[in-house]
């Protein structure tokens, strides 16, 4: 990647958290809203505490910048960037508990249920899945109807058991059931794919765009997600190379093989730069537009932190 | 009650509860849907395990006679309505965890962490949830967007943290901070109440019927939500009070105060009964049309199990 689109994309990438952060905060922080009763002060910080960790908000980014294409107006992507960032956060803290994960740490703070409590962070996931589809929903996105339905429809089937949730599930059956290479690929889709496809064709739907720019849109999300995937894999592999002097593919003797430790780090390599080629295709007939979501593909497959 | 009203109010609510299993199970059972992946056996299990249970399925019955005040259409009805149950399914599941109540049983039947595992009854309750939504949001519902969003809405605050779920966060408190009788109602308003509300109305928004329409139904909602509590209440109390040959108030020794144990049984029937008037006056304006919602008012207000 460029140099310059390299810096615009870290630039933009930084605003954009900032700008969702502060949204954010200010969802979280609201008067109560029509329909609602209170708001139990210990599940606000809990909500607080899951959401506002400082990530990188890559998801939100590419809502924003994937509506930027076809020019939509930056605030409803916002909003909509917003909500699906309460679902990545929701299943993260859902991911952390000690029946799933057992995570005490993440982004170097407590997990929620050891900062709070198991059933205080249950709920708190619950109350964020819930709260991404009511701003969805809320006409202070400033969207027609139509868009917003569509918009909870494409978000509740990535998040759902055929998508995310459902990844989670095999995520946690591949210790025992070991999934061939089509498995990974399928667990992967869902677990961590799902969502970042909905980011990017959510922009398509937030801008009103033709059906075929929302498809090609959504492929160039599929094709970032298992680019992001691999990365990660590729990282955790080289780290353990780094660190033992050899490849241990810890993950496949865990008994999560990814598809990097089978495979090995040259063909991930490989595989990277093949995805990066074709997410850069798909945003072919964008031109200019889409330098900053070019660069985005280029980073989720080069990053190295 | 009539008899007449009663023989009709079992005979309708029983006949809704078929075609609510029904459709149910015809969602759970469905081949994948546009955005979908993959459904996890073991996860669509878990599913169906926590929401085919054989329930009385009394919110349903209320989205579907909440309608039926307005003549719409069955089937948009019936679809909301199984979303609803979705939502108070998902609520039982993640209840009924370790971290939350910890039971066993339900009707009978092991609960879904027991019947399965924890961290799939977590990933379970997470998907009914996001079903909910999928099914208000999808057009199979024949709705206009405009009501299929304003539904989407009205469910989200009504089971988020303002409402359900935050009821349940206020409830795990209240054995440490002892609400006051305003606390009671307030947590209870959430907790139990905000669902039954949501359905009454729902009923309202499906038809497309005016706002004051939409209100004074929710308004009969909150009243039997109420009746519903309380009613629970009463027979906890009454049953104690057979068991133990004197009011034992367990509840409240338990240190989860019930407005009929803290002011015994009489003052509670006495409540009851305003609350059927207040809920009766407010369908007085739909005349005969009304007689089943009428009869479930007081049948959820004097049921004896």
């Given amino acids: 990647m ?104 993440r982004r170097g703070q407590p997990t929620v249920h050891k900062a709070f409590d198991e059933a205080t962070a249950i709920l708190a996931g619950d109350a964020l899945l819930t709260l991404a589809f009511d701003i969805v929903a809320d006409e202070a996105t400033v969207l027609p109807a139509e868009r917003r339905a569509a918009l909870v429809l494409a978000l509740a089937r990535a998040a759902g058991a055929g998508g995310m949730v459902g990844g989670q599930t095999l995520d946690l059956e591949a210790e025992r059931k070991r999934p061939d290479e089509a498995g990974i690929i399928r667990l992967q889709a869902m677990k961590t794919g799902a969502l970042i496809r909905f980011a990017c064709e959510a922009g398509a739907i937030v801008a009103g765009a033709p059906a075929a720019d929302r498809e090609r849109l959504a492929e160039f999300g599929s094709a970032i997600g298992l680019a992001f995937q691999l990365a990660d894999d590729l990282l955790d592999l080289t780290a ?56 985005a593909a280029t980073f989720v497959a080069t990053r190295n932190s």
């Fill in 2 to 105: 460029m140099k310059d689109d390299q810096t615009a994309f870290e630039t933009a990438l930084f605003a954009h958290a900032a700008a969702i952060e502060v949204l954010l905060r200010q969802i979280l922080d609201a008067p109560l809203l029509s329909g609602e009763i209170a708001r139990p002060e210990r599940l606000m910080a809990a909500m607080r505490h899951g959401v506002l960790n400082g990530g990188k908000r890559l998801r939100p980014f590419l809502v924003m910048e994937s509506a930027a294409l076809f020019s939509a107006d930056g605030e409803p992507a916002l909003r909509i960037a917003a909500a699906l960032e309460c679902v990545h956060c929701y299943s993260l803290i859902h991911d952390d508990l000690p029946a799933m994960d057992d995570d005490d740490l």
């Fill in 240 to 295: 353990d190379e780094k660190r033992m002097g050899k490849a241990t593919k810890k993950d496949a003797a865990a008994g999560k093989a990814t598809l990097a430790a089978l495979n090995g780090p040259d063909w991930t390599r490989e595989q990277l730069h093949g995805l990066i080629d074709q997410a850069h295709a798909l945003l072919e007939p964008y031109g200019e537009q889409a330098a900053l979501l070019k660069a």
